[in-house]
């Protein structure tokens, strides 16, 4: 063990005692049994979906306890950083409202009196927190280079020991006090390794939120807890830094993923050797796929329904992906009206124990229905939302035509047991909507475009002349489909597909391909919304200069 003065040597004279950060850090003022929760994401890549499910997690638990949500970037592993991560992660939390009560809101800026929220920047407060571990031989540096530690660990592989840093495969922990003084001298790099009382075998219990009683391994190894002197700021692993900020920041609840689950008695040892009472964990089960009659982990790598820009850019309605991410936390919620599950609190003892499924066609579903009960002015804003990132051409001609976009929402919409429900994404407007639209519409110009469904292109071109030159707008539905009607009737087709089977080859078609004549010449597409209630929202004047088009 090192002497005071050797190890204080190693640190800033200036460092601050561990009591001053107790003192400046000081336990939060939060209601008797309320959760002090965080999210902790790390800058080296884009957000997760399963980031979102876990930040919504913890903050749900913290606000409906009268508890605190703080964010924390963790950025420690700088090698792996992403340039400007961190503003990705608040445009996330922003456009999904999960923006926490403190930390980097403005992905520049910390709110919050227990900053700062990036544990780059919180360096100092590591340091005292290991010279204390160090002063009291719990803590020792570690001169061992990537070949010798890699030579342990295949002499333990041969041996078919546990690999790790531990008992007599440790060599600098009792390593000779004159000889570590020596190399310290000499500015040989080093790492600081935590002394674990740990054996191999042992086994541990502790209780998660979720999951109940769980017995694991032990942790048997002297891990890293400050990485290499070779490097300024001397920045601490992971383990390490967050034991040291969820006791400072006063967190009570760690909501993570169970990926973690296996480092808990690390980070027990951890918290009773700095004499810090332990937080609460509660370790949520991985997203998952389906693959094939196989599930799996919903993939960053693999799965563009993974990252939340997937979400952002298709323009899924926030409001109803949180519901269905809710539904998944706690299945009954899956039941309740939207509205009223984004207002019930999530219960831990609701959530399911194995990785919930993301099906994208049943958010899709969840997302129609949602849209589908929007007014549309609602709807609109919506659209115009996301088309101001996506799509600035779409924001101009909505701006000129509201009056136009708001009757084509509203078509088969407004007054019907059924509403339309072709819309699940914002992205997807122009498709379900832009027919509507003059700017966005392409005029069917071709009499023998493959729409018409193989129609003699002369008989397409007359029954457009014929029924533009007496086309009448005025009517009710069925006063109006009769010209429709009739138009066929003058030009021979039967009347209904039962007098057509019965002589095929006296006819050129149906009624119905008629019909698909006209609808193809005034939206474009084989099906659409009710035709007559479309020509009610594009006017006669469009809707026989459209059907004057074809050649």
Same mark, same amino acid.
């Given at each position: 063990?090192?002497?005071?003065? @050797?190890?204080?040597?190693?640190?800033?004279?200036?460092?601050?005692?561990?009591?001053?950060?107790?003192?400046?850090?000081?336990?939060?003022? +939060?209601? !008797?049994?309320?959760? +002090?929760? #965080?999210?902790?994401?790390?800058?080296?890549?884009?957000?997760?979906?399963?980031?979102?499910?876990?930040?919504?997690?913890?903050?749900?638990?913290?606000?409906?306890?009268?508890? @605190?949500?703080?964010?924390?970037?963790?950025?420690?592993?700088?090698?792996?950083?992403?340039?400007?991560?961190?503003?990705?992660?608040?445009?996330?939390?922003?456009?999904?409202?999960?923006? *926490?009560?403190?930390? *980097?809101?403005?992905?520049?800026?910390?709110?919050?009196?227990?900053?700062?929220?990036?544990?780059?920047?919180?360096?100092?407060?590591?340091?005292?927190?290991?010279?204390?571990?160090?002063?009291?031989?719990?803590?020792?540096?570690?001169?061992?280079?990537?070949?010798?530690?890699?030579?342990?660990?295949?002499?333990?592989?041969?041996?078919?020991?546990?690999?790790?840093?531990?008992?007599?495969?440790? *060599?600098?922990?009792?390593?000779?006090?004159? !000889?570590?003084? $020596?190399?310290?001298?000499?500015?040989?790099?080093?790492?600081?390794?935590?002394?674990?009382?740990?054996?191999?075998?042992?086994?541990?219990?502790?209780?998660?939120?979720?999951?109940?009683?769980?017995?694991?391994?032990?942790?048997?190894?002297?891990?890293?807890?400050?990485?290499?002197?070779? @490097?300024?700021?001397?920045?601490?692993?992971? =383990?390490?830094?967050?034991?040291?900020?969820?006791?400072?920041?006063?967190?009570?609840?760690?909501? #993570?993923?169970?990926? &973690?689950?296996?480092?808990?008695?690390? =980070?027990?040892?951890?918290?009773?050797?700095?004499?810090?009472?332990?937080?609460?964990?509660?370790?949520?089960?991985?997203?998952?796929?389906?693959?094939?009659?196989?599930?799996?982990?919903?993939?960053?790598?693999?799965?563009?329904?993974?990252?939340?820009?997937?979400?952002?850019?298709?323009?899924?309605?926030?409001? /109803?992906?949180?519901?269905?991410?809710?539904?998944?936390?706690?299945?009954?919620?899956?039941?309740?009206?939207?509205?009223?599950?984004?207002?019930?609190?999530?219960?831990?003892?609701?959530?399911?124990?194995?990785?919930?499924? +993301?099906?994208?066609?049943?958010?899709?579903?969840?997302?129609?229905?949602?849209?589908?009960?929007?007014?549309?002015?609602?709807?609109?804003?919506?659209?115009?939302?996301?088309?101001?990132?996506?799509?600035?051409?779409?924001?101009?001609?909505?701006?000129?035509?509201?009056?136009?976009?708001?009757?084509?929402?509203?078509?088969?919409?407004?007054?019907?047991?059924?509403?339309?429900?072709?819309?699940?994404?914002?992205?997807?407007?122009?498709?379900?909507?832009?027919?509507?639209?003059?700017?966005?519409?392409?005029?069917?110009?071709?009499?023998?475009?493959?729409?018409?469904?193989?129609?003699?292109?002369?008989?397409?071109?007359?029954? /457009?002349?014929?029924?533009?030159?007496?086309?009448?707008?005025?009517?009710?539905?069925?006063? &109006?489909?009769?010209?429709? #009607?009739?138009?066929?009737? $003058?030009?021979?087709?039967?009347?209904?597909?039962?007098?057509?089977?019965?002589?095929?080859?006296?006819?050129?078609?149906?009624?119905?391909?008629?019909?698909?004549?006209?609808?193809?010449?005034?939206?474009?597409?084989?099906?659409?919304?009710?035709?007559?209630?479309?020509?009610?929202?594009?006017?006669?004047?469009?809707?026989?200069?459209?059907?004057?088009?074809?050649?």
């Amino acid at each position: 063990m090192l002497d005071r003065a @050797t190890v204080d040597s190693l640190f800033p004279a200036d460092l601050p005692e561990t009591e001053e950060w107790e003192q400046r850090y000081p336990p939060r003022d +939060v209601p !008797e049994g309320a959760f +002090v929760t #965080r999210f902790g994401p790390s800058p080296t890549g884009f957000v997760h979906i399963g980031g979102i499910y876990t930040a919504m997690v913890s903050r749900d638990l913290a606000h409906s306890t009268g508890g @605190t949500y703080f964010l924390r970037i963790e950025d420690t592993d700088q090698a792996r950083e992403v340039a400007g991560a961190d503003v990705q992660f608040a445009r996330a939390f922003d456009a999904f409202g999960l923006r *926490p009560d403190e930390g *980097p809101l403005s992905g520049h800026e910390d709110e919050g009196t227990y900053g700062p929220y990036r544990q780059s920047q919180r360096s100092a407060i590591y340091l005292s927190f290991v010279r204390e571990l160090m002063r009291r031989g719990l803590a020792y540096p570690d001169f061992a280079t990537k070949e010798e530690l890699a030579e342990i660990s295949d002499a333990q592989k041969k041996l078919k020991l546990p690999t790790g840093y531990y008992g007599r495969w440790a *060599p600098w922990r009792d390593a000779d006090e004159a !000889e570590v003084t $020596r190399r310290l001298e000499a500015g040989d790099p080093y790492v600081v390794r935590f002394r674990s009382e740990g054996k191999v075998g042992e086994r541990v219990a502790f209780t998660d939120r979720l999951r109940g009683r769980v017995e694991a391994e032990d942790n048997h190894n002297d891990v890293v807890v400050l990485k290499t002197s070779a @490097t300024e700021p001397r920045l601490p692993t992971y =383990h390490f830094a967050h034991v040291v900020d969820d006791h400072l920041m006063r967190t009570s609840l760690v909501v #993570r993923g169970d990926e &973690w689950l296996s480092s808990v008695p690390t =980070h027990l040892q951890l918290f009773t050797a700095l004499g810090f009472p332990q937080v609460e964990y509660a370790h949520l089960a991985p997203l998952m796929k389906q693959e094939g009659s196989s599930r799996r982990k919903l993939s960053k790598r693999k799965d563009d329904e993974a990252s939340v820009d997937f979400y952002l850019q298709a323009g899924y309605p926030t409001d /109803a992906v949180l519901y269905y991410l809710r539904g998944l936390a706690n299945s009954p919620l899956a039941e309740v009206p939207l509205a009223e599950a984004l207002a019930t609190p999530l219960q831990l003892d609701r959530f399911q124990a194995a990785g919930p499924l +993301v099906d994208m066609v049943k958010l899709a579903d969840i997302c129609a229905d949602h849209i589908a009960t929007l007014p549309a002015g609602d709807v609109l804003a919506g659209v115009r939302g996301w088309a101001q990132e996506y799509d600035s051409a779409l924001v101009e001609v909505l701006e000129e035509n509201e009056k136009l976009a708001l009757a084509a929402v509203d078509v088969e919409r407004v007054g019907v047991d059924n509403p339309r429900k072709d819309l699940s994404c914002w992205s997807g407007f122009r498709d379900a909507y832009g027919f509507f639209f003059p700017q966005l519409f392409t005029d069917v110009t071709d009499p023998a475009d493959e729409r018409f469904n193989g129609l003699d292109a002369g008989l397409v071109a007359r029954l /457009a002349e014929d029924l533009a030159a007496r086309y009448v707008h005025e009517g009710d539905q069925p006063t &109006w489909f009769q010209q429709i #009607r009739d138009l066929a009737e $003058r030009h021979g087709f039967a009347p209904n597909p039962k007098t057509y089977k019965k002589d095929p080859d006296a006819y050129p078609g149906m009624l119905r391909d008629a019909a698909n004549v006209v609808r193809v010449l005034v939206t474009g597409a084989q099906r659409s919304p009710d035709l007559y209630e479309v020509t009610r929202v594009l006017g006669a004047d469009e809707v026989v200069r459209r059907i004057r088009a074809v050649a």
